[in-house]
């Protein structure tokens, strides 16, 4: 998931050290986010230059779209350096974005004054949808928007055309069978299709969740939750089991974390106990085992729950594993990656070494300079750089983070009288760039 980048050099959370950092580089596995002398670019494996090393921060996104910051605005280039968006928003979002984006990259969404003003934009960055109209958030990934007029949601086509005129409390973005969860102004929850029509009504069930890629959602029924499939079916019907907390989507191996009598353990897609609830929390899940605190012990379990010995971690470390099932620890000084159960993957002969992530590369450091090795420990590109994607630094060398609070000194977009027109004309608004 992409997140936004605030200052040319973000702290870490999940090291004791503090971090620069590029946002992770998906699989642009010939990309490589590096910075010298305080300014970052991106680079491929033979060090040519993609992007001018001119920019506070590097985002490499999933689909390899390059997002480069300067002077609280955002760039995007394309991955061969073609500039696609110039400097003229605060931020900008693609299709890898938590929020939803453009399936085939032929729009972004901005916003400015965090959020205040928002816009639908083309490649090149001119406004095809915008601003005026907040919330205004991908629906469906291709032409369609969830936006507010008058406190009630609707869909908005990029045609300016209504799908669904504000009638809604609340709309979610379209899930992969779908489907949307929706809210009607009673309060009423329900699922809506990609055209605005209401295929489980509202009302049939208590409280509805999101549906995950398995085609489920949870919902509630007499106070005991349970999940349905698109039809509003239950496949697993009410339980009591379900009775004490929101029910997590199911994962690979048809588990869930749940809860009860606030302990956590893990239930199967029947609605039955595979592991009882005697966890004070459960974390990672990976190769049919998870990690687990109890009395005060952070421990490895099967996914039967019998014990695996303790968590892999030390005094000097807390290990997170990323995408690529490994995890950076520090052990007798000296950092090194560990798989799921503790044992070295790599790090002998390298100063310093960061997790893989979603690249078949991570960053190593050599000789007082930064490149990136493959999983076997071989360069995949050279150490030459003062830091590559990201990479530790003194806390003392960070820049002071931009803070999310409000400045009153940001002035407030006024808000916009609805109007009969905004329902009958819209083309004639002045967000709307599709004219007639």
Not at 246 to 271: H, I
Not at 337 to 348: A, N, P, R, Y
Request: proline share 8%; hydrophobic share 40%; charged share 25%.
């Amino acid at each position: 998931m992409r997140y936004i980048l605030l200052s040319a050099m973000l702290v870490s959370l999940s090291l004791p050290i503090s971090h620069a950092q590029a946002e992770p580089a998906g699989h642009a596995d010939d990309r490589f986010a590096v910075m010298q002398s305080g300014q970052w670019g991106v680079v491929d494996a033979d060090g040519a230059v993609i992007v001018p090393l001119e920019y506070q921060s590097i985002g490499i996104w999933s689909d390899r779209l390059i997002e480069a910051r300067k002077d609280d605005r955002a760039a995007l280039f394309a991955p061969d350096g073609t500039l696609l968006v110039p400097l003229r928003y605060q931020n900008l979002y693609g299709n890898d974005a938590s929020v939803g984006g453009s399936d085939d990259n032929s729009w972004f969404w901005a916003h400015d004054q965090w959020g205040r003003e928002r816009w639908i934009v083309g490649v090149s960055g001119e406004p095809l949808l915008g601003p005026g109209l907040n919330p205004l958030t991908p629906f469906d990934g291709k032409d369609r928007f969830i936006v507010e007029d008058d406190g009630k949601r609707g869909i908005l086509s990029l045609a300016c055309e209504w799908i669904l005129p504000p009638s809604l409390a609340a709309i979610g973005t379209l899930a992969d069978n779908g489907l949307a969860w929706a809210q009607a102004s009673d309060g009423g929850q329900g699922f809506i299709d990609a055209d605005g029509k209401w295929v489980i009504e509202p009302g049939r069930f208590e409280r509805l969740g999101y549906f995950a890629a398995d085609g489920w959602a949870p919902a509630q029924a007499d106070g005991k939750w349970g999940f349905i499939d698109a039809r509003g079916e239950w496949m697993i019907p009410p339980t009591a089991a379900f009775a004490y907390s929101w029910p997590q989507a199911f994962n690979s191996a048809g588990l869930t974390v749940f809860e009860k009598d606030g302990k956590s353990g893990l239930l199967n897609r029947q609605g039955e106990w595979v592991v009882e609830p005697v966890f004070d929390g459960i974390t990672e899940f990976v190769d049919s085992s998870f990690i687990a605190t109890r009395d005060g012990e952070r421990r490895r379990f099967s996914s039967a729950g019998e014990g695996l010995g303790l968590a892999p971690f030390d005094a000097e470390n807390f290990v997170r594993y990323d995408e690529s099932r490994t995890g950076r620890v520090v052990r007798d000084g000296k950092p090194k990656l560990v798989d799921w159960s503790g044992k070295e993957v790599i790090g002998s002969g390298f100063e310093d070494i960061m997790p893989f992530g979603k690249n078949d590369w991570a960053p190593a450091k050599n000789g007082g300079k930064w490149g990136a090795v493959d999983k076997s420990g071989t360069w995949v590109l050279q150490p030459e750089y003062e830091c590559v994607t990201r990479c530790p630094l003194r806390p003392d060398s960070l820049p002071q983070p931009i803070l999310m609070a409000v400045s009153p000194d940001v002035p407030r977009s006024p808000p916009m009288e609805p109007s009969a027109s905004r329902y009958t004309a819209p083309k004639s608004q002045p967000w709307c760039h599709a004219r007639n």
